[in-house]
């Protein structure tokens, strides 16, 4: 497993960080959100939906360890508007380098 620190961006221009040892930068996302409780009082189903159906991510840096910006697109669903996005670093020195784009 790898070290990720994820952050969530808010419409208030609040921030949650958290570090996860994840397999990837998708798992990292996906227990960073559910387990920040900064989202404990948001619709649980509707950001598991937004994770599954509307999640954008965009691999930042090739063939260095990975840093990633992600946002969704599910602008229509008053549950998670206030969700803008964030980033994922993989921070653990030991770490995979990436090679490939995401």
Do not use: P
Not at 29 to 58: G, N
Not at 81 to 90: F, H
């Amino acid at each position: 497993m790898n070290l990720y620190t994820v952050t969530i961006d808010f419409e208030d221009r609040t921030r949650a960080v958290m570090q996860i040892e994840a397999v990837d930068e998708i798992e990292a996302l996906k227990r960073a959100i559910i387990e920040s409780e900064a989202i404990e009082h948001y619709d649980k189903q509707a950001i598991e939906d937004t994770l599954e159906h509307y999640l954008c991510i965009t691999h930042l840096a090739m063939k260095y360890k990975g840093a990633w910006l992600w946002h969704h697109v599910n602008f229509d669903n008053e549950a998670v508007e206030d969700i803008y996005g964030g980033t994922i670093v993989q921070t653990d020195k030991n770490g995979a380098v990436r090679n490939y784009g995401s």
